[in-house]
């Protein structure tokens, strides 16, 4: 079992339209939780980290559910520009800052 | 902008040359890493460092060595290139530093290295 699970996508979505992701783990002891976006030959950025409480950042909404290890990634009112890959990463603390990263999940907003 | 810059960004090389790729930073950030990115495989730590000459392995570390001489430059070593370690290459740091180490938070990513092992 991978230690970070993401599905592939592609999700297709017109722009407009709310779109969900979500990723598993499978280190009960992992700490810190984050999503990157990689636009197609780049390096990957940092979106936003992930908050036990819940956070949001404009369009974005991010949510943890330790209990069930996993995290997820509200997008609403879809951009063009939200095109992209989005890597779901977790890290255990006190390990040097390793982190683990999914395989991505795919976005294709369309007109 | 995290100031990271990579060198070369992309590269063709054939099997068996030795080939170094440099990370170098401008921010004075203590801890760099070097992952590369497969498809079908997340991004996988090679090595990383925590300061001038500490240096410790990652998760792929098999054929590749690391130096850290000064602060701002990261170098990534293939001694003896092979066709499966074509991929590409990124170097990041870690932006927020607490007191008993990086923070897990914030790693921040170099444009990364085309490398073509033939």
């Known amino acids: 079992r991978k230690e970070v699970e993401q599905d592939p996508g592609p999700f297709n979505v017109p722009e407009g339209a709310t779109v969900a992701f979500n990723c598993t783990y499978s280190?009960?002891?992992?700490?810190?939780f984050f999503w990157y976006r990689q636009d197609c030959r780049k390096e990957p950025k940092l979106l936003m980290s992930v908050y036990s409480s819940g956070n949001e950042d404009g369009r974005f909404t991010a949510q943890l559910n330790r209990a069930s290890q996993y995290i997820s990634l509200l997008i609403r009112d879809s951009k063009l520009s939200d095109s992209a890959t989005y890597l779901c990463?977790?890290?255990?603390?006190?390990?040097?800052?390793?982190?683990?990263f999914g395989t991505g999940t795919r976005l294709q907003v369309t007109l | 902008d995290a100031g990271i810059t990579q060198s070369p960004r992309h590269k063709v090389t054939e099997t068996g040359t030795p080939v170094t790729l440099r990370c170098h930073q401008t921010?004075?950030?203590?801890?760099m890493y070097w992952y590369r990115q497969d498809p079908g495989h997340g991004l996988r730590l090679i090595h990383y460092s925590y300061g001038v000459k500490d240096t410790d392995k990652g998760e792929v570390s098999d054929g590749y060595s690391v130096s850290r001489s000064k602060t701002e430059d990261f170098l990534l070593t293939l001694e003896s290139a092979t066709s499966s370690q074509t991929s590409v290459y990124f170097c990041?740091?870690?932006?927020?530093?607490?007191?008993?180490?990086?923070?897990?938070?914030?790693?921040?990513f170099g444009p990364g290295t085309r490398l073509t092992v033939t």
């Open positions: 990041a740091i870690s932006a927020r530093e607490g007191l008993a180490g990086p923070s897990t938070y914030e790693q921040y």
């Open positions: 921010e004075n950030h203590r801890y």
């Open positions: 990463v977790v890290s255990l603390t006190g390990t040097a800052s390793k982190l683990t």
């Open positions: 280190n009960s002891a992992s700490q810190s």
